[in-house]
């Protein structure tokens, strides 16, 4: 079993011939299987890859009968949809140093290396806590952490980075049930000054967040160069719910684990919940790990130090 889940997504995926999604199904004893789901992200976002398990797992356990699913959302609705946004250019958005300047992860690079973090519960509590006055998201508050960590690395103020962002429109009737890649990653670019107020560069960042949100071209995907680090805050439905789903039934899943890749040089996950967790991934090959490490201790160092306030400066915050 390992070597397959070691294997598996070595193998990749040649979107030119396909296919583009892999399922393999071990059998471990006489009643217990382990479903090995591999699929580019291409085909399905974040969002996407628990509905089509629930799907999947409710046609199985309906003896394969369509009528137990729900009509399905056409992915041409929102493509279309998408079609049809202006393009609209923000040149001065992208503007920004990125970590590794001009180094890219080599086309013969392995899977990254990854390394994951908990933020403490109580620390986590007070995060939300300092946050809830200035009617700051957690995904502003963990893009802002970010930033400063990437900014330290590199000695500026102002810096740039992907971010991950929901791609469903709420006016598109179904938008919550659509499988496919309906997300995208914009170009983030964050700056202060020493002496400021970390909650204002917050507030800074996050009505940026709601003017990219309401752009005319926001649900159109973009592919755009200009950063080396990617990161997303992972609000999407995770698989603890089809664990709590089908705890009972002719088919019952026990456990699910997600492993995500991606060909950035540095990237992380952060998934909100009583303890946050950071999930970080990087090349080894551009990252050495023992500096990967550093950053990833160095981000959850500025999240204790933010759960003490968010009005003291940057510059305390980042000493």
């Known amino acids: ?75 041409a609705d929102f493509v279309a949809r998408a079609a049809g946004a202006s393009r609209s250019a923000a040149p001065d958005q992208v503007k920004g140093r990125s970590l590794l300047g001009r180094r890219r992860v080599p086309a013969s690079a392995g899977l990254p290396r990854e390394l994951s973090l908990e933020v403490p519960p109580e620390v986590t509590a007070r995060l939300s806590e300092q946050a809830r006055p200035h009617a700051v998201t957690p995904a502003t508050l963990i893009q802002g952490l970010w930033a400063l960590m990437v900014g330290e690395e590199l000695g500026e103020d102002t810096v740039a980075f992907g971010a991950g962002a929901a791609g469903r429109p709420p006016g598109l009737p179904g938008y919550d049930r659509g499988v496919g890649l309906l997300g995208d990653t914009v170009t983030t670019r964050v700056s202060w000054r020493p002496d400021e107020p970390f909650a204002r560069v917050l507030r800074r960042l996050q009505e940026q967040a709601v003017g990219s949100w309401e752009a005319p071209d926001r649900f159109r995907p973009t592919c755009r160069a200009g950063f080396d680090t990617w990161m997303v805050v992972a609000n999407y439905p995770r698989f603890t719910r089809l664990v709590e789903e089908f705890a009972d039934g002719a088919l019952r899943v026990a456990g699910a684990v997600c492993r995500e890749f991606n060909h950035h040089p540095l990237s992380l996950m952060a998934v909100p ?47």
């Open 273 to 319: 919940g009583d303890r946050l967790a950071l999930h970080l991934a990087h090349a080894p090959e551009v990252i050495e790990p023992a500096r990967a490490d550093e950053l990833a201790h160095r981000l959850a160092l500025l999240c204790a130090r933010a759960a003490d306030g968010l009005d003291q400066p940057v510059r305390r915050l980042a000493q």
């Open 1 to 75: 079993m390992a070597g397959l889940l070691d294997a598996d997504p070595r193998a990749g995926f040649d979107l030119a011939a396909g296919p583009s999604l892999r399922l393999a199904l071990v059998q471990l004893a006489s009643r217990w299987f382990q479903l090995v789901l591999t699929h580019h992200h291409a085909v399905l976002d974040g969002w996407s890859t628990t509905l089509y398990l629930r799907e999947l797992f409710t046609l199985y356990a309906g003896i394969n009968d369509l009528t137990v699913l729900d009509e399905a959302v056409p992915y």
